[in-house]
């Protein structure tokens, strides 16, 4: 929720500036590349840590191809094909805005891996435990 204020926040502060609908659009658009970024380096990083793992990374690989389809599909649910002109010109802003938190909350639990689970945690699974 804390992601969709500072969003609003800013489209609001930016909007202050007389910047064209389009110049807010690509700003967001490219806000979420530089997170969809942050998840491909997330992931990457895991793959290394846990290369010995085999199945960990079969499962990793196959949870990543269900959760890029759960995201797009997501965006969808949310804003479904409509004619044209129908969400405005505001609506690229806001697929990207949406994409950029569902993108934030899978760096957030793919980034566990990367952590690390406090000795003594019973239920870490695959996570590997800080020494």
Same mark, same amino acid.
């Given at each position: %929720? /804390?992601?969709? @204020? =500072?969003?609003? @926040?800013? #489209? #609001?502060? #930016? &909007?202050? #500036? =007389?910047?064209?609908? &389009?110049? !807010?659009? %690509?700003?967001?658009?490219? =806000?979420? +590349?530089?997170?969809? +970024? +942050? !998840?491909?380096?997330?992931?990457? &990083?895991?793959?290394?840590?846990? +290369?010995?793992?085999?199945? @960990? ?12 389809? @759960?995201?797009?599909? $997501?965006? /969808?649910?949310? *804003? ?5 002109? *129908?969400?405005? =010109? ?7 805005? *949406?994409?950029? $938190? !569902? ?6 639990? !793919? ?7 406090? $000795? ?12």
């Amino acid at each position: %929720m /804390k992601y969709i @204020f =500072s969003l609003v @926040f800013c #489209f #609001f502060c #930016f &909007a202050g #500036f =007389s910047q064209t609908q &389009a110049e !807010l659009n %690509m700003m967001q658009y490219e =806000s979420y +590349k530089k997170t969809d +970024k +942050k !998840l491909n380096e997330v992931y990457q &990083a895991i793959l290394k840590e846990y +290369k010995s793992d085999t199945e @960990f990374i079969k499962n990793l690989r196959a949870s990543q191809r269900i959760w890029i389809t @759960f995201r797009d599909t $997501e965006v /969808k649910v949310k *804003y479904p094909d409509r004619e044209a002109g *129908y969400y405005g =010109s505001i609506h690229p802003l806001c697929i990207s805005a *949406y994409m950029e $938190e !569902l993108t934030l909350d899978r760096v957030s639990t !793919l980034s566990q891996w990367i952590k690390g689970a406090q $000795e003594g945690d019973g239920c870490s699974g695959s996570i590997k435990v800080n020494n």
